[in-house]
């Protein structure tokens, strides 16, 4: 089940409509079927969340009805014309992590490649970085693969700021491919790192 998260913005007249939603316990069998399809799509396009090649369709349909059961963890859907095109999860930190219990992390934001330029990742980013906030997050954490250069324009425009790189982040065809940390505050008295 879903609920819609509104958008952060109003939508550029004649852009095609954009929705995003926050899964509420379980997902839909017909958006488990797009999610699915369009997560194949993205990983045989070079994903970049984790899966070199799109597992068998068993495997990816417990993968996601997993993750919504997972605690503290969110899924997001993008849909561009109703239909479900891309994700995105909101990770908190678990309850021993009280050092780190400031800061949530997004991850596994992926947009269908038919349905990009359509700001479904943009309002998929607004989205979890708006409940990270009413959570009272004060941190938002982030990697990416350095070759995701859609992906960190998007998290660049969205205000997040590189701050490491890691060069041996993933291994992708046999190569080490270099991953990129990037964070943004979400309070002001977060100050300058000591
Ligand atoms: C990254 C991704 C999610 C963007 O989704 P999208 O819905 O197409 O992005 P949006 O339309 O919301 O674009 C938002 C901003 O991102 C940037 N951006 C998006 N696509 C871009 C591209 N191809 N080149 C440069 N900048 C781009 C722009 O700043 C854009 O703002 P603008 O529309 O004002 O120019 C999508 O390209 C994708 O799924 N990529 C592959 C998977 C991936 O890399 N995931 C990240 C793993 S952490």
Redesign the pocket.
Known sequence: MTDAVPPAAPAAPGARPVVVERVEERLRSADLDDLCGVTAD?IR?????GWVAPPPRDVMERFWRGIVMVPGRTLFL?RLDGVVC?SLQLVRPPGNNEAQAFAAS????????W???????????AAAEALAREEGFKLLN????AT????I??????GFRQWGENPYYAMVGGRTVAGLYFHKPLVPELGEPS
Not at 148 to 151: I, K, N, P, S
């Open positions: 993205a396009e070079g994903g970049g969340f993008g891309g997004l991850t596994t934001c992926f947009v269908a490649p349905a990009r330029g359509h700001r479904v990742g943009r309002g998929m980013v982030l990697d990416v693969r995701q250069t859609a992906a324009a998007l998290y660049r425009s969205a």
